[in-house]
Nanobody, 117 residues
Framework: QVQLVESGGGLVQAGGSLRLSCAAS????????MGWHRQAPGKQRELVAA???????PYADSVKGRFTISRDNTRNTVYLQMTSLKPEDTAVYYC???????????WGQGTLVTVSS
């Protein structure tokens, strides 16, 4: 079993920065991908960024150049550095992790990011 614990959300002014962290505990070895989705009020959940074991890091077009995802394998932790934040980045951010074999998909409880204009 793998558990994900997120931290780092909060209130920030437009143009500011935040860093989200997501620590995986339990049987966290061999996770093939970790990343972040977000869900704004009244909208569907969307992928923000992911980091794969092969090094690929896809980003949503809306955050390219502003957000950076990274992973510390020694701590089984993934980070999302968010800069130049905009009010439209306001959402609940969910960490997720996937292992291919045996298949496992785990989600965190979510952390709220609010960007004021």
């Amino acid at each position: 079993q793998v558990q994900l614990v997120e931290s780092g959300g909060g209130l920030v002014q437009a143009g500011g920065s935040l860093r989200l962290s997501c620590a995986a505990s339990g049987s966290a070895d061999s996770l093939n991908a970790m990343g972040w989705h977000r869900q704004a009020p009244g909208k569907q959940r969307e992928l923000v960024a992911a980091i794969f074991s092969n090094g690929n890091t896809p980003y949503a077009d809306s955050v390219k150049g502003r957000f950076t995802i990274s992973r510390d394998n020694t701590r089984n932790t993934v980070y999302l550095q968010m800069t130049s934040l905009k009010p439209e980045d306001t959402a609940v951010y969910y960490c997720y992790a996937v292992r291919d074999a045996p298949y496992l998909e785990v989600w965190g409880q979510g952390t709220l990011v609010t960007v004021s204009s």
